[in-house]
Structures are given as structure tokens and as C-alpha cells.
């Protein structure tokens, strides 16, 4: 006999404990799952500037690779980087001991914090005047550094490499220059989880990327490749990789031509956005919408549609929209005795179509006033290489209007155009190499007809040369093996065009000498 | 009675009307101010009648009220709803009540036994139903705490429906003045009443007249008990309001349902002298008592049921947690409604209007925050009732009838403010005005003891001296 029996209110909550600690358990469950699984969660940055530096655009959950992974390749491949790891390839990082350059940004994603890139790092120059000098960073610049070519390789050569294993994976992150310390867990979870789909993603990116990777060469898949040549210290093929990796166009030779194949670019500057809102936007004017151009720019740094932070990527359109672009860093070195016979010449040559600074000193963005200015001007008129403008075609300016569907930000405005389109000059002493595919080192040279302009030229270095304004191009201050040569001959580096009487190639040496004084100033 | 303007009397006539003495067929009350049925936890654990009961009810037959409505009687220990209330379920039980008779009359007051059963809404059951689920119209269990129920069989309703008629023979042998059957507020009766409750497919369930057959078994055999010159009333919801808490429930008796409850309850002339009209079909009930609810209270008192229900610990979470103790407040509040002073009031005329057509001997009572001499005469002159029953503004003024004599009401603040702590309070603690802002003092130490003055006063005289 029991002689402790429940009472009836007791029997029924003892009947139904299970149900509610089932329901606890799932409520749990469903905690876990969403503070885990589902929440993601990023390093806030009270200063814009932070924030276009390091904050994240949501390129890291679908793009990015874990920290430590990313941490542990720089050392499981120092024979190949070099002791000073990504900055091989013209990452930014500001201080010896910085953990990531400029340029990442980390997002924990699924309960692991992943790296990979936003705005700043294609976007942020750097200068020095003398060899000895400490770069000084230039924000919203052009890159002039960035390899990023070079670094695309570097992760396709590692999916291919039988030495990316678990094992040597595991064991660079628990290296002391990495400080992994891997507990019996998360060495569980690196193993079986981590590096499977690592290397699964970096295998994709080798299939996309075929290419890049086997110039002229048969593959496995029987696909026949056209060359491919390196884009250099400071530019990108904007829109071949986007063909390949957002849509899949077919790469090979049957499909896509040697010229169009081979589109690299400079990258732009990113400052004063507001009264470029309306013109025709990227080299060859193929959107008129900033925030599209934003987007879609994201969507090179590694965002998709869904993991895109709008909210973080609009933060940094306000910080550009009326950010100023840098003032010449020597003032002494412009020559005011010539800058005002160069405004005249460059009210008459250049203005129309790049406006120039008012009365007051401020850039005048004003299309009314400069008709050209944001215009495109037709291929045959400018003149310049045409593989960049035969690289975006009106089939993919189709596809790229099927993205963002379902989203108010969907894109509507991407068209193909004409030729290239006319921008403002402001801070253009900043954005050295010059023309789109920056072909030409200097302001100097480019004033020269095409037939004087260097041909073959060494690109990367940052040391500014005050006088012809443009980064030397000599190979001054660098490492022989650093030095990469711009070979104006290869398709898609071509220095012609932006040639003639009207682009003031034929003006007398005192009178291109004022000019760039006189752009100096901008 | 002097008209100045429409609606506005002078207090004179006020008084006059309260305090004109009110005839049912077999009683007569010498005003129109009942004290409603009160209890608190003072007599022994068994049921026997206490010492301090008869402080208790004294207090308020000195305070002047014509006539007291007695504690929740319980018929059966079955039928109890909290411990240590004094029963009426054994014939051991008479010599109490009849001790209670003569306290009472020698002030002129009148003493109605309110025989009740608890059913399903046992808030404490007390070792002696300890392994018994409280019996009820359905196995429903109580939607509020979750106290478990299982339905009567037609055996146990015979048994019940005697222990009621017992109980008004005891009454009766006591000296006491009538009994008042406790049909509203959720107990057993109105769980046989309510269509919200009643579930019931047998004689005792479905359609009204079925569901009344329980109380007219009850009322006919208290009959059969006491004869037909003894007071018998009737205390009923006018409507249920049964969905209160959770929208979801079903709303219970309409107030044409109630009337047709009472035009049965009158069986012929032989059936009850008099109705009192409440409403709400559990207790508590944001309509009853009206008023609002302390979740701080709730908080240190609510425990002592933790045992009693499977809903007590959600409960008793709800109102631990600030966020949801706010909004089971605000819903009480919300579900209450604005007006607290004669809440039932216009239930009441409804009936009143209707029953006293068939047969104008029948008297109303009414219940529902009634403190000042206006409003009691107010709804005594539109024919809402025949007179009042008070029980939260009496235990904060026992003497509220001669305040009334010649005030509208008590000064500002020596009111009672509906806190509802009193209800609360009388979980764990002894019966009375728990609202510290009523009481004189400077500091809160000094009102605090000044609250405590009156509220352990009901234990003065004490019995051995």
C-alpha cells in the first residue's frame, strides 16, 4: 500500500511533467537554434570611418571563411606568401599587430565568426612621398595596392593543393602564430564541418573561376579557355567574374571573346556621391542610381540578395555621399605661377565634359553648366581600349536587372551604353593610374598622344611623384620580384584614346605642364 | 420625499428611504443595509463555530445593519471552500449558530444563514478532501486555478440537495432569521446554473430549465424542511460573464436566462421570498467584489493554494512576473469595467421590473460596491432593488449605517477604495481593511500599526479574560 499517495492535482501535473519539460526543452531547442543557427551577429562601430574600415556588409555568410581558417592559410602557406602574410597582396593593415587589414570585416555566422571583404577594400589608397616614408591612407581612393588577382589565386591554388587538408589545417590554427587552441570539440567541428566546406566552397569558386586558372589550356571538361591576363596591383575585372559566379555564363572561347574576355579596370574613387547620383555611373556609364551601383558593387565584395546588410551598406553610402576627396598633400609643390594659366586651359578643354572648381573653390558638379559631364561619349570618339565596354553586354545588363527580385531595391537601371562616360576630376591626383583600364601612369603622360605615353611601365608602387602627379612608374623603392609590368600590349590594357587636338595631346609642353598644376588642385 | 431636481434628493430623504424598515413575507428588516456574506478563516479547523466569529459578526450588528448575511456556510465539509469557516453540516454545529442568533438580536439585527457548496471552486480543501476531486455539475476542472472536478452522479445531487435542506433545518433550529441559498459566483449552484459550466447531457444539464432543476430540487426540499413561513432566498448571478479570463470560454448565463432561473425559483408562491443579485461566474470575479486587484498581494498570499489547483503555479507566475502581472491586471480592470458602485444594479431592476409582475411579495437585493447614502437610495428608488448588501465598506467602517444616518459617505479618506486586499488578505491573514492610505498616522510605521489595531480587534473581547 502506497501511504504516500499524490492528491489528484498532483497526479495530473505529474501526468503532463514531461509535456512541459518537452516544451521547455523545444523553447530551448528553438533558443539555441536562433541565438546560433539563425542570429547573426557583428562588431558595431560608433565611427563611420570604422565602419567603412572593418564594419560588415553581410559578405561573410555566404562568401566568407572562418577567422581562423583564413589566419591558419597565411601560415600553412608562408613559403608562398612571404613572412608578412596577405599583405603580399596589398592588404592594408594598420598596424603590425592588426588581427585583419583593412578591407574584412567578421560576422559570426552559425555559431563561427567568419571573414571576408567589404567596401574599404578595393576602396582605400595609400601615398608616400619619400621611400622612407610611412604610407599615409587615402580613404575612399582607389586601391592602388590591392592584388586582387593575386589572391583569388592563392585560393584556388589552395583548394587544389592535396597539402589543404584537415590535418595540416588543424594543426596551423593551433600554431602560435595563429593561438587557435583547439579544444577536442571544435577540432571535432573544424574536422568533420569546417574544413569540408571550406574546401567545398573554394572548389566551387576553382569551377567558376576555370578561366582565370587554365589560360589557353584544355581541361578535364574539354572546354577550350582564351587568355586571361592578371589585372595587377589596383584593378579588377568588374564584370566577367560577376557573369561567372552570379550567373554561370559560359567563359570559354566559344562564348565569350579574347577583347571582352579581358576587362580589367582601375578601381574608382568613392567620394562626393551625392552629385554623382543622376550621372552615368561605373567607366562606361551602365547605371545612373547610386545605391544600385552599391549594390551591385557589394555583390563583387561577396554579398548575395539574401545575406545583404542594407542597413550597414546604407551607412556607408551616407558617410560617401558628401565625403571630401583628399586635398594635395604638397602644396608647395604646385607651382601657382602656371595653375592659373591652367585653369584657362582646362576651362576650355577639360571642363565640359569633367567640370572643374567654382569661384568659391568648391568642385561644380553642375550638368547644366557642363554638358558633358556624366555624359557617355561613344567608343569611337573617346577612343580608349575597348575591352572593358565590350566586356558588359546587353545580356548581362538583362540578367543583372533579375536581381534583387522581391526586394524594393531591385535593380532597374543597369543598361549597356555606348562608349565611356565622362567623370568629375575631383581629388584626381588621388586616382593615379589614368583611364579606365589606368593605362597611364601620370596626368603628364597622359596629356602626351597615345604614341608617347609609356608602354610597358611598372604599377603598384605608392610613392607619389609630385610633378607628373601619378605613382612612380619606375620601379623606384622596389623589390624586383614585387614590381608587377603593365604591358600597355596585352588585350585590355591598351593607352590609346582620350587622344587629340580636343584632349589637349597637341598643346605645347609649358601649356600640359600647367595643366597639371592646375589639376593639382582639384 | 422631497424632489429638488430631477435626480437630486435631499440626503434627509436618502436616509429616510435607507433606513425605512423593508418587509419580505415571513421577515422584517428594520433598514434597507444587508452585510453581505463575510468570512475569514476564524473557527476551527473542523468546522465548529469560534469565538471569534461572534466578535466578528457582532461588530457589524453594532455598526447598525438591519440584517447579516452570514459567512459562506458550507453544507458539507465537501463543500467548503476554505478552511476554518464555520459549517452547517452537522446538528453538532446548532448551538453555535444559536449563540450567534443572540449576539445578534440584542441589536435589533436580523441573521440569514448563506448555505452554501463550494463544487469545483475549492480554493482550499483541507486535509479532509485532500485525495478527493471537488464534485461538481462536470469534471471540467475550474478554468481559473485548475482545481479538479468530477461530475455528480444523480446519487450524489440527491445527497447534496438533503445536506442543503439539512442545513436550513439547523438554521432554522438555531433562531436564525431565513436562509440564502449562495446560487451565484461560481459555487456548486451556479455551476449547475451556468450554461458556461454545466456540460452536463443528463435531467441536470442543457437547456435552463434543466440546469435549474438542481436548485429547485434544493429549494422544495428546504421546503419540505422548514415549511413555507421560513425566509428563504436566492442569491444569483444576473448575467455569468464567464469568459473573463480566457476569451475563448463560453459566456455563460445571459440575464434572460437568470430570469427564467427565478420565475422557476418561485415555484408557484411556494418557492423562494427573495433574490440577491451578483454577478459573475467564479470568485473571484473582476465584477465580484468590484474593484481591483493587488498582484502584490497576490504575490506573498497567493501560495497557500499552490497546492490546490494545476493552473495555481502558472498562476502564481503570472502574477510574479512584472510584465504579466501588470497585464492580468489591466485585464481585470478592463473586464471589470468603469462603474464599481452598483455594478449589478441594472441586472437587478431587469429582474426586479419582471418577477415582481408575477408577484409583487417577492423582494430584490443587490450587491456591488455600495457605500453612499445616494446611490443606495438611488437604486432602491428606481425599483433596482429593495434593499442593499455591503461587505468590503462595512469591514473598513463597521459602522457605515451611522455614517450614513447623517453623511452621504465616510470622509475622503476613510472610504473604501475596492483594493481588494481584504480578499486577498484572508488567503493567510485575518479578515479586515488591509489598505494602509484608510488609516490616521503621519508615517507609514504609524498607520501601519494603526492597521493592524483594526484588524486584530476581531479577536477582542477574547474568550478567556
Known amino acids: 500500500m502506497n501511504y504516500d499517495p499524490p492528491t489528484p492535482a498532483e497526479r495530473v501535473l505529474r501526468r503532463y511533467r514531461w509535456l512541459r519539460y518537452l516544451v521547455a526543452l523545444l523553447l530551448l531547442l528553438i533558443a539555441v537554434y536562433y541565438l546560433v543557427f539563425v542570429n547573426q551577429y557583428v562588431v558595431a562601430y560608433r565611427n563611420n570611418l570604422d565602419h567603412f574600415k572593418y564594419g560588415s556588409i553581410g559578405s561573410e555568410p555566404t562568401n566568407g571563411i572562418p577567422i581562423l581558417v583564413f589566419k591558419a592559410l597565411a601560415v600553412m602557406y608562408r613559403n608562398e606568401l612571404g613572412p608578412t602574410g596577405y599583405r603580399r597582396f596589398g592588404m592594408l593593415y594598420e598596424t603590425e599587430q592588426s588581427e585583419l587589414p583593412i578591407g574584412m570585416s567578421r560576422r559570426i555566422v552559425t555559431g563561427v565568426e567568419r571573414v571576408w571583404l567589404n567596401c574599404s577594400v578595393c576602396h582605400v589608397g595609400t601615398y608616400r612621398i619619400n621611400l622612407t616614408d610611412k604610407p599615409t591612407m587615402i580613404y575612399g581612393a582607389p586601391s592602388n595596392n590591392l592584388r586582387l588577382y593575386d589572391l583569388l589565386k592563392f585560393f584556388l591554388k589552395v583548394a587544389a593543393d592535396p597539402k589543404f587538408n584537415a590535418d595540416n589545417l588543424i594543426a596551423a590554427i593551433d600554431s602560435p602564430a595563429v593561438g587557435g587552441h583547439l579544444n577536442f570539440i571544435k577540432r571535432l567541428i573544424y574536422r568533420y564541418i569546417v574544413f569540408p566546406r571550406v574546401q567545398q566552397a573554394l572548389m566551387q569558386l576553382s569551377e567558376q573561376f576555370a578561366f582565370l586558372g587554365s589560360q589557353n589550356q584544355d581541361t578535364s571538361s574539354g572546354l577550350h579557355y582564351g587568355p586571361y591576363f592578371d589585372w595587377g596591383p589596383g584593378r579588377v575585372d568588374t564584370f566577367n567574374p560577376y557573369k561567372a559566379i552570379q550567373f554561370n555564363f559560359p567563359m570559354d572561347a566559344k562564348h565569350i571573346t579574347e577583347t571582352e574576355l579581358n576587362a580589367a579596370s582601375n578601381f574608382p574613387s568613392i567620394w562626393e556621391q551625392h552629385p554623382r547620383d543622376g550621372m552615368n555611373l ?47 598633400p604638397i602644396p608647395s609643390a604646385i607651382d601657382q605661377s602656371k595653375v592659373t594659366r591652367g585653369r584657362q586651359l582646362f576651362a576650355e578643354y577639360c571642363a565640359g565634359c569633367h567640370g572643374m572648381k567654382d569661384a568659391t573653390g568648391q568642385y561644380d558638379y553642375d550638368t547644366n553648366r557642363f554638358p558633358g559631364l556624366g555624359q557617355v561619349d561613344a567608343l569611337d570618339k573617346i577612343g580608349t581600349d575597348p575591352g572593358r565596354w565590350q566586356s558588359y553586354t546587353q545580356n548581362f545588363a538583362a540578367a543583372q536587372n533579375t536581381l534583387y527580385v522581391g526586394y524594393p531595391w531591385r535593380f532597374t537601371h543597369f543598361h549597356k551604353t555606348a562608349g565611356y562616360a565622362n567623370q568629375p576630376l575631383d581629388g584626381i591626383w588621388a586616382r593615379s593610374p589614368y583611364l579606365h583600364n589606368g593605362s597611364v601612369p601620370t596626368l603628364r603622360d597622359l596629356l602626351e598622344p597615345a604614341g608617347n605615353r609609356p608602354a610597358k611601365w611598372y604599377r603598384g608602387s605608392d610613392i607619389l611623384d609630385t610633378s607628373k602627379v601619378g605613382y612612380r612608374y619606375d620601379g623606384f623603392g622596389s623589390a624586383l620580384e614585387d614590381l608587377f609590368v603593365y604591358d600597355t600590349s596585352v588585350p585590355g590594357n591598351s593607352n590609346i584614346g582620350h587622344d587629340g587636338e580636343v584632349y589637349g595631346t597637341k598643346l605645347s609642353p609649358p601649356d600640359k605642364d600647367a595643366l597639371v598644376e592646375y589639376m593639382k588642385t582639384l | 420625499m422631497t424632489r429638488v431636481t430631477d435626480e437630486t434628493f435631499l440626503h434627509e430623504d436618502n436616509a429616510a428611504l435607507i433606513f425605512s424598515s423593508l418587509k419580505f413575507r415571513h421577515l422584517e428588516v428594520k433598514n434597507r443595509l444587508f452585510r453581505s456574506n463575510l468570512s475569514g478563516m476564524f473557527d476551527e479547523y473542523n468546522g465548529y463555530g469560534g469565538h471569534t466569529r461572534l466578535n466578528w459578526e457582532e461588530k457589524f450588528a453594532r455598526g447598525g445593519v438591519g440584517c447579516i448575511i452570514s459567512s459562506y456556510t458550507p453544507v458539507a465539509v465537501r463543500g467548503r471552500i476554505l478552511i476554518r469557516y464555520a459549517m452547517i453540516d452537522d446538528d453538532d454545529k446548532i448551538p453555535f449558530w444559536r449563540e450567534i442568533a443572540k449576539r445578534v438580536h440584542e441589536y435589533d ?65 438555531a433562531g436564525l432569521d431565513g436562509v440564502e441559498l449562495h446560487g451565484a459566483n461560481g459555487y456548486l449552484i451556479t455551476q449547475f446554473l451556468s450554461s458556461g459550466i454545466n456540460d452536463r447531457t443528463d435531467d441536470y444539464g442543457g437547456p435552463v430549465e434543466n440546469r435549474a432543476r438542481f436548485v429547485l430540487e434544493i429549494v422544495r426540499a428546504i421546503r419540505r424542511e422548514v415549511g413555507p413561513d421560513f425566509h428563504l432566498q436566492m442569491k444569483i448571478n444576473g448575467v455569468d460573464h464567464n469568459n473573463w479570463l480566457y476569451p475563448w470560454k463560453k459566456k455563460g448565463n445571459t440575464l434572460e436566462d437568470t430570469l427564467t432561473i427565478c420565475k422557476m425559483l418561485l415555484d408557484d408562491g411556494k418557492g423562494v421570498d427573495a433574490f440577491h443579485i451578483s454577478s459573475g461566474s467564479t ?48 485585464l481585470w480592470r478592463w473586464r471589470r469595467g468603469k462603474v464599481i458602485e452598483g455594478i449589478n444594479a441594472s441586472y437587478a431592476k431587469y429582474l426586479r421590473d419582471e418577477i415582481t409582475k408575477i408577484d409583487p411579495s417577492v423582494k430584490f437585493l443587490c450587491t456591488g460596491g455600495f457605500q ?94
Open chain 1, 282 to 328: 561605373h567607366w562606361d556609364g551602365n547605371n545612373t542610381s547610386v545605391d544600385e551601383r552599391d549594390l551591385s558593387a557589394a555583390l563583387g565584395a561577396g554579398v548575395t540578395p539574401v545575406s545583404v546588410d542594407i542597413a550597414s551598406i546604407k551607412r556607408i553610402r551616407a558617410w560617401i555621399w558628401d565625403l571630401q576627396p583628399p586635398a594635395f
Open chain 2, 283 to 330: 470568485f473571484p470575479h473582476p465584477r465580484n467584489p468590484p474593484g481591483d486587484i493587488s498582484t502584490q498581494a497576490l504575490v506573498r498570499w497567493y501560495g497557500g493554494m499552490l497546492a490546490s489547483g494545476v493552473r495555481t503555479r502558472f498562476n502564481y507566475a503570472i502574477f510574479n512576473n512584472p510584465v504579466t502581472g501588470r497585464l492580468f491586471q489591466w
Open chain 2, 109 to 173: 439585527c436580523r441573521f440569514i444563514m448563506q448555505l452554501s457548496h463550494s463544487g469545483r471552486q475549492q480554493d482550499m480543501g483541507g486535509v479532509e478532501n485532500m485525495f478527493k476531486k471537488a464534485q461538481s455539475s462536470t469534471s471540467q476542472k475550474d478554468y481559473f486555478h485548475g482545481i479538479l472536478a468530477q461530475a455528480m452522479t444523480v446519487t450524489e445531487i440527491r445527497e447534496v440537495v438533503e445536506q442543503f435542506a439539512q442545513g436550513a433545518r439547523r438554521a432554522k433550529e
Open chain 2, 372 to 465: 453612499h447614502a445616494a446611490n443606495i437610495a438611488g437604486v432602491i428608488r428606481d425599483g433596482s432593488c429593495d434593499g442593499v448588501s455591503i461587505a468590503r465598506p462595512l469591514i473598513a467602517n463597521n459602522d457605515l449605517p451611522q455614517i450614513l444616518r447623517t453623511a452621504n459617505g465616510p470622509i475622503k479618506h476613510k472610504e473604501c477604495t475596492y483594493c481588494n486586499k481584504c480578499l486577498v488578505n484572508d488567503l493567510a491573514n485575518p479578515l479586515g481593511c488591509y489598505e494602509v492610505s484608510r488609516y490616521d498616522g503621519d508615517t507609514f510605521d504609524e498607520k501601519w500599526k494603526n492597521l493592524i489595531t483594526s484588524v486584530m480587534s476581531v479577536f477582542q473581547p477574547p474568550l478567556f479574560r
